[in-house]
């Protein structure tokens, strides 16, 4: 489980295919402190284990299922990258919920700079979509930012100075493919209203389900 709140900026120290998937060694400082092999790092917004580790870098294996459905497969050497490290019991939760788990892709359509930050206009397919609202927390490129408005075919963020300057947020361009993770709640929630509209549940879900029904909430 991850924060969305990035420690540092790694960098594609190597690229090595292995079968489907590969190999990325990424050079990085911070986010070595107190890790070994087994351990998990947020790439990108992608949750990877470590698979060896020196004083300068560590290396992950992608598999080919998470390279097609993340960014990380098309990832070269020199390209700059959000890590994270796991959550502990001791950590301040200072973003939203994280799994790392990623949902799919979206495309930067539009960025917009003033003074004082970016706003950044994202496409995404209906199957995304349907979970983001505005005002919800959404994870991009394993950041952790606070949808500003959404519609059916995409949606905004605002980038302050803090994220831009202390993630890959300001390498984005208008034409990239970013990393998207919704908010895990949303999709709960999905999955208890499909469940409860088929039928299941007690009474008291049965109840419930009518009057969101009732209301137009289902």
């Not at 990325?24 to 060896?52: F, H, P, W």
């Not at 004082?116 to 927390?137: E, F, H, N, Q």
Request: hydrophobic share 40%; charged share 25%.
């Amino acid at each position: 489980m991850f924060t969305g709140l990035i420690e540092e900026i790694g960098r594609v120290a190597d690229v090595t295919r292995a079968g489907d998937g590969l190999f990325l060694k990424i050079s990085a400082k911070r986010v070595l402190e107190g890790t070994g092999t087994g351990d998990s790092i947020c790439v990108n917004g992608a949750c990877q284990t470590v698979t060896a580790a020196d004083s300068r870098s560590f290396t992950v294996f992608v598999s080919g299922v998470t390279a097609s459905v993340t960014t990380l497969g098309s990832l070269a050497r020199d390209r700059r990258v959000n890590l994270e490290r796991a959550m502990t019991p001791a950590s301040r939760f200072g973003g939203h919920f994280v799994q790392g788990h990623v949902d799919g892709r979206g495309r930067v359509e539009k960025i917009e700079r003033d003074s004082m930050g970016m706003g950044v206009s994202i496409s995404t397919g209906p199957d995304l979509m349907k979970y983001i609202v505005d005002k919800g927390s959404i994870a991009v490129d394993g950041v952790s930012l606070t949808v500003v408005s959404a519609d059916e075919t995409g949606f905004t963020i605002y980038c302050i100075p803090e994220t831009t300057g202390n993630s890959i947020a300001s390498d984005w361009k208008t034409g990239d493919d970013v990393n998207i993770e919704v908010d895990i709640v949303a999709k709960y929630v999905e999955r208890m209203l499909r469940f409860m509209k088929s039928g299941g549940g007690d009474d008291g879900d049965r109840t419930l389900m009518a009057k969101l029904m009732e209301e137009g909430f289902a």
